[in-house]
C-alpha cells in the first residue's frame, strides 16, 4: 500500500514555456521509482482545473493500474517517450479485446482512447515514460471509473491480476 503522504504527482513548471527534456524525464523517472506506487505524474499544466490536461507519467512494471474508463466526452491520448507500454482494452464484463505493445522509437508508440472504453496501461521496462493528454479540469472524484470486475490497487488480489495481465505483452494487435 502506498504512503498518504507520498505524492502522486510532482509540481508543475512554473514558468509559461517548459522544454520536455531529458532533465524532465529523469526528474519523473527517478520520482517514480520511489513512489510506492511505481510511478508518478508531472503535470505540465499549470493547475488541475486547467482545460487541457498534460503530463509525463513515469511508471515502473511493479505499478497496477486499475482498470478505468473515463466519462464518453473525455478521450486521452498516450505517446510513449521511453521504455514499453502495454495498454489493454476491455469489454463491460472484464474480458480483454484488444492490446497493444507501445515502443519509444518503433512504429506503434502511442494509441489515442475515446471516452468510455475500459482500459489500463503497465510499464514492460522500468523507466517507461509517457507523454499523455486529455482534457480538464481535473477532479479526483469523476475523472474515472474504476472497474468493479478488477481488484482494487493495493489489494491483495492487484499484483496476482496485473502479472496475469502480462500474458498480453506477447499476443498485442
Not at 118 to 146: I, Q, R, S
Request: aromatic content about 8%; some cysteine; overall charge negative.
Amino acid at each position: 500500500m502506498f504512503k498518504p503522504d507520498y505524492p502522486a504527482a510532482l509540481s508543475s513548471p512554473v514558468l509559461p514555456v517548459t522544454p520536455i527534456d531529458v532533465n524532465l524525464l529523469v526528474e519523473s523517472v527517478e520520482a517514480s521509482r520511489e513512489s510506492p506506487r511505481g510511478r508518478i505524474i508531472l503535470p505540465l499544466h499549470k493547475q488541475g482545473n486547467d482545460p487541457l490536461q498534460r503530463m509525463l507519467n513515469a511508471l515502473q512494471p511493479n505499478s497496477y493500474i486499475h482498470p478505468h474508463r473515463h466519462a464518453v466526452e473525455r478521450g486521452e491520448s498516450l505517446i510513449v517517450v521511453s521504455g514499453t507500454l502495454l495498454c489493454l482494452f476491455f469489454n463491460d464484463a472484464g474480458g480483454v479485446e484488444q492490446s497493444f505493445r507501445l515502443q519509444a522509437g518503433s512504429d506503434l508508440f502511442g494509441v489515442d482512447i475515446d471516452g468510455g472504453v475500459w482500459h489500463c496501461f503497465m510499464a514492460l521496462e522500468p523507466d517507461t515514460v509517457l507523454f499523455e493528454v486529455k482534457p480538464g479540469p481535473y477532479n479526483a472524484e469523476t475523472d474515472k471509473e474504476f472497474a468493479l470486475w478488477a481488484p482494487e490497487e493495493c489489494s491483495p488480489e492487484a499484483a496476482g491480476y496485473l502479472e496475469a495481465l502480462r500474458q498480453y505483452s506477447t499476443t498485442s494487435e
